[in-house]
């Protein structure tokens, strides 16, 4: 089925781990998002692409580093990961000609880091 | 800084009641407000859209109404059905920045048999 497809879906992490999460679209989308979802705050934007090879800072970039060196891949990285990054990270991506109708989640990464 | 927000954080509703969530914006710029539902151990996926040039939408059982003067919106789930037990977003973007979407902060509904 064409989709978002997140990996791992869990993950228990040590302070300090690094770690990479992997979203992978076969819709041939060019822009991707990564969001975090924590209670009571939504999702916020950590960082997006909008096309091969370029990466931008969306509302909470620190800790996190990103590459999208594929068109179908954008990657997620911690490089020291902190108790403050225990989380929902949902991948998103959409066509660029659908405009803001077009976004397309995947299912999710909890990760927790102690 | 909480562009969108929404209220209530939960909210239950007998079955064939109405559900009501309400959002609220800041920025002028936003000209796109949609809804998300999303289910445990699920991404939000779209369920209705509105524009600032209606001020109601109206898609089966969902309904957006849009106050662009008080720069509110909420959706209305009339009949609601205990299928409809979910986490609801708020969200809004403008035609700028690559029309990123920002979030409200999620509202649980749960309908009551």
């Known amino acids: 089925n064409a989709g978002v497809t997140q990996t791992p879906k869990f993950r228990v992490l040590k302070t300090g781990q690094s770690m990479t999460l992997l979203c992978a679209q076969d819709?041939?989308?060019?822009?991707m998002y990564w969001y975090r979802q924590d209670p009571g705050m939504g999702l916020r934007l950590i960082h997006y692409?909008?096309?091969?090879?370029?990466?931008a800072k969306g509302e909470v970039p620190d800790g996190y580093n990103v590459s999208r060196l594929k068109k179908q891949n954008f990657l997620l990285g911690l490089e020291s990961a902190a108790p403050s990054q225990t989380s929902v990270y949902f991948c998103?991506?959409?066509?660029?000609?659908?405009?803001?109708?077009?976004?397309?989640f995947g299912s999710g990464t909890r990760l927790t880091v102690v | 800084q909480q562009q969108v927000k929404q209220s209530p954080q939960s909210l239950i509703v007998q079955k064939g009641g109405i559900s009501i969530i309400n959002c609220a914006y800041e920025?002028?710029?936003?000209?796109?407000f949609p809804w998300y539902q999303q289910f445990p151990g699920k991404g939000p996926a779209l369920l209705i859209a509105?524009?600032?040039?209606?001020s109601e939408k109206k898609e089966g059982r969902f309904t957006i109404s849009f106050n662009k003067s008080a720069k509110q919106f909420s959706l209305h789930i009339m009949d609601s059905q205990p299928g409809d037990s979910a986490t609801y977003f708020c969200?809004?973007?403008?035609?700028?920045?690559?029309?990123?979407?920002?979030f409200g902060t999620g509202t649980r509904l749960l309908v009551s048999p």
């Open positions: 920025n002028t710029a936003f000209d796109y």
């Open positions: 998103a991506s959409r066509p660029r000609d659908r405009g803001r109708t077009g976004y397309t």
């Open positions: 819709m041939n989308h060019e822009y």
């Open positions: 509105i524009r600032p040039d209606v």
């Open positions: 692409s909008v096309g091969e090879g370029t990466t």
């Open positions: 969200a809004a973007s403008s035609n700028t920045g690559f029309q990123k979407l920002v």
